[in-house]
């Protein structure tokens, strides 16, 4: 019964954070927040929602279940924490070596600008 | 078989489909063929055709995107047609 | 052109819906295809009833693959070696001469030097293992869950193409060179052709794997086909592999195979 809940609520707060994450990547005026956003909540939500199944499936630890079930899901969650940090990198990396201009607001200054002249001379 | 999960995902495969064929950049074409990969091997999961499913993913949506992306980048990224 | 191509398509869209309604229902018994003709079985009802007692094997997928229908699969990743082959030889008469492989540099680990080489290629050092395991792993249990020689391939191909995108191409060409990836790809289609043989030159069908018990030491003829059909799907998973990076390295390079994406 407490893992069901516990399964629920990691769950629930999972599908939360991806809701976040779908809304900042069409709100976000930019490509840099919205991967922002994207990276950052799909990260966060996919990683809950897995611990959810996992605990779910921890249920039947009293030898009934599977418990391998349980520990692929786990290495799942850490291959996830791994990986998709560094392809929100990346794709970031990759954006700013295209040349994408962040949004700027009123009186703000381009810090990027700055960055990618030094970082052309070397 | 999950009927109306069934149709939700036969509807998204019918609207990747024509997207990838009216889109002009090659390069959002094959990614969208990616996600349409990735719709039909969660349909035939869904189905109980799980080796096929991981074929697809395997192959359909890493690999061969992996191809398209290869050979997109040595020619001209805008389809004219 | 244009217009031709649409009323083509809209044509075989209308005859082939139309054949729809005399689709038997998603997974109907009483279907022919399911409970056979008259009071004679059904092939897949034998595939399912008869596949454990035959070979051993759980997964009536591998087995219908592998052994029933091995002769097809045998020909799949002939077909899959060609297309290969042609990728390769149309890319490096078109290529040019090949640039010899530069040994990669050393990664600059200071604040300045290549940030975005570092994340990355730590990452891919943690998972690149860990991919092929798991490819060895999706090959040798293909018997017993989803799996088999094609995908455990192109996973085991998929992470020598990260390494080749992480680093770049030579790195990855190192490990896997030229001529080792053609030898490979050469060596599966020998490993499965010679299972086939070695049943023919024991005076039973090709690919007729029962008879192998004689060689194998301590099987007998059910375990044969087992074991036989694990034998057939490493063969697979070398062509594949060893072409899925044929084709990458070629692609990525135009075919001069220096320093790719």
């Given at each position: 019964?407490i893992y069901?809940?516990?399964a629920?609520?990691?769950i629930?707060?999972?599908?939360v954070f991806?809701?976040g994450?779908a809304v900042?990547?069409?709100?976000?005026p930019?490509?840099y927040?919205?991967?922002?956003?994207?990276?950052?909540?799909?990260?966060?939500?996919s990683?809950?929602?897995?611990?959810?199944f996992?605990i779910?499936?921890f249920?039947?630890?009293?030898?009934?279940?599977?418990?391998?079930?349980?520990?692929?899901?786990?290495?799942?969650?850490a291959f996830?924490?791994?990986?998709?940090p560094t392809?929100?990198?990346?794709?970031m990396?990759?954006?700013?070596?295209?040349?994408?201009?962040?949004?700027?607001g009123?009186?703000?200054?381009?810090?990027?600008a700055?960055?990618r002249?030094t970082?052309k001379?070397? | 078989?999950?009927?109306?999960?069934?149709i939700?995902?036969l509807?998204?495969?019918v609207?990747?489909?024509?997207?990838?064929?009216r889109v002009?950049?090659?390069?959002?074409?094959?990614m969208?063929?990616?996600?349409?990969?990735?719709?039909?091997c969660?349909?035939?999961a869904?189905?109980g055709a799980?080796?096929v499913a991981?074929?697809?993913a395997?192959?359909g949506?890493g690999?061969?995107?992996?191809?398209?992306i290869?050979t997109?980048?040595?020619?001209?990224?805008?389809s004219?047609d | 052109m244009?217009?031709?191509?649409?009323?083509?398509t809209?044509?075989?869209g209308?005859?082939?819906l139309?054949?729809?309604?005399?689709?038997?229902r998603f997974?109907?018994?009483h279907?022919?295809a399911?409970?056979?003709?008259?009071?004679?079985p059904?092939?897949?009802?034998?595939y399912?009833t008869?596949?454990?007692a035959?070979?051993k094997v759980p997964?009536i997928v591998?087995?219908?693959l592998?052994d029933?229908r091995?002769?097809?699969?045998?020909?799949?990743?002939?077909v899959i070696?060609a297309?290969?082959?042609?990728i390769?030889?149309?890319l490096r008469?078109?290529?040019?001469?090949?640039?010899?492989?530069?040994?990669?540099?050393?990664?600059?680990?200071s604040?300045d030097?290549?940030h975005?080489?570092?994340?990355?290629?730590?990452?891919c050092?943690?998972?690149i293992?860990?991919?092929?395991?798991?490819?060895l792993?999706?090959v040798a249990?293909?018997?017993?869950?989803p799996?088999?020689g094609?995908?455990g391939g192109v996973i085991?191909?998929?992470s020598?193409?990260?390494?080749?995108?992480?680093?770049?191409l030579?790195?990855?060409?190192?490990?896997?060179s030229e001529?080792r990836?053609?030898?490979?790809?050469c060596?599966?289609?020998m490993?499965y052709?010679?299972?086939?043989l070695?049943?023919?030159?024991?005076e039973?069908?090709l690919l007729d794997y029962?008879?192998?018990?004689?060689?194998?030491p301590?099987?007998?003829a059910?375990?044969?086909?087992?074991h036989?059909?694990?034998?057939?799907?490493?063969?697979?998973?070398?062509t594949?592999?060893a072409i899925?990076?044929?084709i990458?390295s070629?692609?990525?390079s135009?075919?001069?195979?220096?320093h790719?994406?």
């Amino acid at each position: 019964m407490i893992y069901d809940i516990v399964a629920v609520i990691l769950i629930a707060a999972g599908i939360v954070f991806f809701l976040g994450a779908a809304v900042g990547l069409i709100r976000f005026p930019d490509f840099y927040t919205r991967m922002h956003a994207a990276g950052k909540g799909d990260t966060l939500s996919s990683l809950l929602v897995i611990l959810g199944f996992a605990i779910h499936e921890f249920r039947h630890f009293d030898g009934s279940g599977d418990v391998i079930v349980f520990l692929k899901l786990l290495a799942i969650c850490a291959f996830i924490m791994l990986t998709s940090p560094t392809s929100t990198h990346a794709l970031m990396d990759a954006g700013y070596e295209d040349g994408i201009e962040p949004v700027i607001g009123e009186g703000g200054e381009n810090a990027l600008a700055e960055t990618r002249k030094t970082r052309k001379k070397d | 078989m999950i009927v109306p999960f069934d149709i939700i995902i036969l509807i998204f495969l019918v609207i990747t489909a024509v997207i990838s064929l009216r889109v002009r950049d090659l390069l959002s074409a094959t990614m969208i063929l990616g996600v349409y990969s990735f719709l039909i091997c969660l349909l035939w999961a869904e189905m109980g055709a799980v080796d096929v499913a991981f074929t697809e993913a395997a192959v359909g949506a890493g690999v061969s995107t992996v191809f398209m992306i290869a050979t997109i980048y040595h020619t001209r990224r805008r389809s004219s047609d | 052109m244009k217009w031709f191509g649409l009323i083509a398509t809209a044509f075989t869209g209308i005859l082939l819906l139309s054949a729809v309604g005399d689709f038997a229902r998603f997974g109907d018994p009483h279907s022919p295809a399911n409970a056979g003709v008259g009071d004679r079985p059904s092939v897949s009802q034998y595939y399912i009833t008869d596949t454990y007692a035959d070979t051993k094997v759980p997964n009536i997928v591998t087995a219908v693959l592998a052994d029933y229908r091995g002769y097809d699969t045998m020909f799949e990743t002939v077909v899959i070696f060609a297309a290969g082959i042609s990728i390769f030889a149309i890319l490096r008469s078109l290529g040019g001469p090949v640039v010899p492989v530069s040994h990669p540099q050393a990664i600059d680990t200071s604040v300045d030097g290549d940030h975005q080489r570092i994340i990355i290629g730590t990452t891919c050092r943690l998972m690149i293992p860990v991919i092929q395991l798991f490819a060895l792993y999706v090959v040798a249990h293909g018997h017993h869950s989803p799996g088999g020689g094609f995908q455990g391939g192109v996973i085991l191909g998929a992470s020598f193409i990260l390494l080749a995108l992480a680093k770049d191409l030579g790195t990855a060409l190192g490990r896997f060179s030229e001529k080792r990836y053609l030898t490979l790809g050469c060596v599966g289609i020998m490993i499965y052709a010679g299972f086939g043989l070695l049943c023919q030159a024991l005076e039973r069908n090709l690919l007729d794997y029962e008879i192998l018990h004689r060689i194998m030491p301590a099987t007998d003829a059910v375990m044969a086909r087992s074991h036989s059909m694990l034998g057939v799907e490493v063969g697979v998973a070398f062509t594949v592999t060893a072409i899925m990076f044929a084709i990458y390295s070629n692609l990525s390079s135009n075919g001069r195979l220096d320093h790719g994406l």
